[in-house]
């Protein structure tokens, strides 16, 4: 896997979920700690960035009184507007700070649903910058992280799921995803395992 064509694509690293006071922190607590989910990926992105993969921030963010989604919203997006979410500009929606953007990376803007591609531009992102190789850490595991692998794989990229670098609300949620969504939409692979693939060293991709 050449880091040169190979981008790392992180899913809401935001405050909202990262962080102790963060409105939905305690939800995803339990997983975040069983997979070390953040100390993993700020390894992966430390190694991946020094290698010369791109890095990829795709947050997610609503306008203070939410008028992107609808009046009468359900599902995820409904929990969002009701639990004032990711609002621009407030501490909630900022990217945790040991993951902070640098020099080299990419905040991508406009996510404000599910899937990483659907409302930004990063398919353009990535193909202006001939990426062929996608490795997706963040959350939720079983939803924007799933929403976005499988764009990515119809789109036509080499996708890697990170899986001990995402997070859900439940440790039976997230298993379920890796152990069966995951390995039709993508190679999932621990960020060791990754790490190693980046650095020339064939491994064997694990389905659990």
Known sequence: ?????????????????????????????PVMEST??????????????KAGA??????????????EISNSPYGILKGCKDGETFQKGTWGAEIVDALKPQ??????????????????????ILRSRKIENVAIAGFLTNCCVESTMRTA???GYNVVTLKDCAATVSEEAHQNAIEHDFPMFSHPLTHEEFLTELAGKKVAAAAT
Not at 36 to 49: C, P
Not at 54 to 67: E, G, K, L, M, S
Request: charged content about 25%; cysteine-free; hydrophobic content about 40%.
């Open 1 to 29: 896997m050449n880091p040169k064509n190979t981008a790392v694509v992180l899913i809401e690293f935001q405050n909202d979920f990262t962080t102790k006071g963060g409105k939905l922190h305690d939800a995803v607590k």
């Open 153 to 155: 794989y119809e789109l």
């Open 103 to 124: 020099g080299s990376d990419i905040v991508v803007e406009g996510k404000r649903g599910l899937d990483g591609f659907a409302t930004t531009n990063l398919d353009f």
């Open 54 to 67: 791109t890095i990829v921030h795709v947050p997610i963010q609503f306008a203070p009184d939410f008028r």
């Open 36 to 49: 070390g989910m953040l100390e993993n990926t700020v390894a992966t992105v430390d190694e991946a960035r």
